[in-house]
C-alpha cells in the first residue's frame, strides 16, 4: 500500500446543496474513511473477531437485544472462512472460491452451494440469496464511501477517543433512514473497532452494534484451511433461499 502524507485533521466542512437538501461532509471524516477502505482494498489476508449486538421487536416485550460472536479469516481474492457461536446458533462457513459450505454444528447438517469467484461477490450474492450476513462487510466494499455520501446525509468526524484500550478516529453521521458512529483506529490500517447503527426510520429504533478486535494483517493462511471435510454422520440439506416481498 503506497505510503501518503497525513494531512492534518482538522474542522474543515464542505457544505453540499442538493435539491433544498443540505448535507454536511466533513473532509477528515471523508480521509479517515477512505484509508480504511483503501487498506482493506490493498492487503492480501486479514483475520479478526466480531461481536455483534442487534435489536429484534417483540409484540409484547419490545426491543430484545440479541449477540453473535464470530472469527473471521480471508485470504483474497477467493478464500474465506467464518466461525459463529449466539443466539442464531452455532455454524460455520467456508468458502474456497468455487463453492460455499455452511455447517450447523448444532445440527450437524451441512449444505453447499455454487459460489462466484472472489470473496466480495461471494458476499454480496450469499446475503441477497440466503440472507447470510458477514462481519464487518460494508468496509471491504471499494464503493463504501462513496455509498455513503450517496445518501446525501451527514458525516462529521467528531475528534479521538478510546474503545478498549485503543486510540480511535470517532466518526459520526446520518441520514434519512438512520444514524451511524464509525470509531476507526488511529494506526497505520486505519481497521475498523466499532460501529453502532440506529435506524430512526423504524418506531422502535432499533440498534445495531459490533466490535471489530484482534485483527491480523496479511496472515500466511494456508489453503487447506478454506477446505470443508463433513463430519461424522453429517447430514447434507438444502441451503434455504432468502424469502423475497412480492
Avoid at 492480501?44 to 449477540?67: A, P, Q, R, V
Avoid at 469467484?117 to 463504501?144: L, M, N, Q, R, W
Avoid at 468526524?157 to 484500550?165: R, V
Avoid at 485503543?166 to 444514524?179: P, R, T, V, W, Y
Wanted: charged share 25%.
Amino acid at each position: 500500500m503506497s505510503k501518503k502524507i497525513m494531512f492534518l485533521i482538522g474542522f474543515a466542512i464542505i457544505t453540499i446543496t442538493m435539491q433544498s437538501q443540505t448535507a454536511r461532509i466533513d473532509s477528515a471524516a471523508v480521509y479517515i474513511l477512505h484509508r480504511t477502505t483503501e487498506s482493506l482494498q490493498y492487503i492480501k489476508s486479514c483475520s479478526f473477531k466480531s461481536i455483534m449486538t442487534y435489536d429484534i421487536s417483540n409484540e409484547s416485550l419490545g426491543l430484545i437485544k440479541h449477540s453473535i460472536n464470530e472469527k473471521v479469516s480471508i485470504k483474497f481474492p477467493d478464500k474465506m472462512k467464518i466461525t459463529s457461536t449466539g443466539d442464531k446458533g452455532n455454524r460455520s462457513l467456508w468458502y474456497n472460491g468455487k463453492s460455499l459450505y455452511y455447517y450447523s454444528f448444532d445440527n450437524n447438517t451441512y449444505a453447499t452451494a455454487t459460489a462466484p469467484k472472489t470473496v466480495i461477490e461471494t458476499i454480496d450474492e450469499t446475503s441477497k440469496k440466503f440472507g447470510i450476513e458477514f462481519p464487518a462487510a460494508d468496509f471491504f466494499y471499494e464503493t463504501f464511501l462513496d455509498d455513503l455520501k450517496a445518501e446525501k446525509g451527514n458525516l462529521i468526524y467528531l475528534g479521538k477517543t478510546i474503545i478498549d484500550d485503543k486510540e480511535c478516529f470517532h466518526i459520526a453521521g446520518a441520514d434519512k433512514n438512520k444514524s451511524f458512529q464509525f470509531w476507526i483506529g488511529s494506526d497505520d490500517f486505519f481497521l475498523p473497532v466499532k460501529m453502532v447503527i440506529v435506524y430512526s426510520n423504524d418506531k422502535d429504533k432499533p440498534q445495531y452494534e459490533a466490535v471489530y478486535k484482534d485483527w491480523v494483517v496479511n496472515p500466511d493462511f494456508p489453503d487447506y484451511m478454506f477446505e470443508f471435510a463433513a463430519p461424522p454422520k453429517a447430514v447434507k440439506v438444502p441451503l434455504k433461499e432468502r424469502e423475497t416481498k412480492k
